[in-house]
């Protein structure tokens, strides 16, 4: 998808951090908007942030993790602008600690947002996008978390790694389907946002996220040491993004030493050893 201007973006997760990001540069890119969030005070504010035409921005908040609010949010984008032409699978949440201390509740929370929302998204979003024929993109904010495994990120690296799955079967289903419909799925490492502060967005319905513990602790505090150390901004991720989805580039990985790590794994897989690259990886 080269051509943006005057394009409907869609961006979930985009009341801050990164999704603000692809907000200012789809924005730059002369598309028109649809912005929506959990946090719907947040949402207004960044909104308003943009300094957009209200003609050519709507902010809708929804909760992307319920199957109802995802189609809602599809509803009001195309009854507002007629047309979507890049959705932005971006909504997603932190959350760290020892895989055992992990509750249902977490596991439900994690793969909710980060993973059944991307579901969401592809089904209440693409089959109007494909019946209007028109050169289009899904972007998937997935993680470098969705390529090695760090320890103490039980239920984000397996929500991300269901990301990537889920964007890779996307993307050879509408390859053999001739589809003018490109998707891409967006890996970076370590980024300061308030992801390590995902608990503050937490829907009701999951409880409350409860205190680490000891042995936990140290988990979550390299969480947080990381994000905010994170060398590449929320801008610089957006702009690879664009580009990179600009030039038809399936997998997006800002991090340059990413790529090594990932190798390092599957090297690992194919030879069947013991799995060593995750301990070495900089970074989620
Ligand atoms: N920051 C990083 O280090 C990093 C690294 C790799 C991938 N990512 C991914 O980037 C995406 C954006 O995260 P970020 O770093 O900008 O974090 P962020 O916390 O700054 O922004 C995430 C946004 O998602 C919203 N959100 C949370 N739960 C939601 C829900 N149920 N429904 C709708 N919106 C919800 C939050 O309110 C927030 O505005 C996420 O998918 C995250 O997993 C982040």
New binding site residues.
Partial sequence: MQDFSDRVAVI??????????LARQALARGMRLVL????AA??DA?GRSLGADPARLLTH??????DA?VAALADAAFARFGAVHLLC??????FSRLAVEHSAADWE?VI???LF?VAHGIRHFLPRMQAAGARAHVLN??????LVSTPGLAA?NA??QG?VALSETLRAELAAQRSPIGVSV?????????????S????ERFGATAPASEASRPYEQGMEH??LA?RLS?DD?ARTAFEAVAREQFYILPHSRIGQAVQERFAEIAAAAVPTAPSRAP??
């Fill in positions: 979930t997760g985009a009341a801050g951090g990164i999704g603000l990001a929506s969030d959990v946090d947040a949402l960044a908040a929804a909760d992307v993790s319920r609010e699978n971006n909504a997603g949440v932190g929370w909710g947002v980060n929302a904010t997935a993680s470098a978390a969705g984000y929500s991300k990301v967006l890996c970076p490492a370590w980024v300061p946002t308030a992801i390590h502060a995902s503050r967005a937490r829907p990381a994000v994170g929320a991720i970074s989620p």
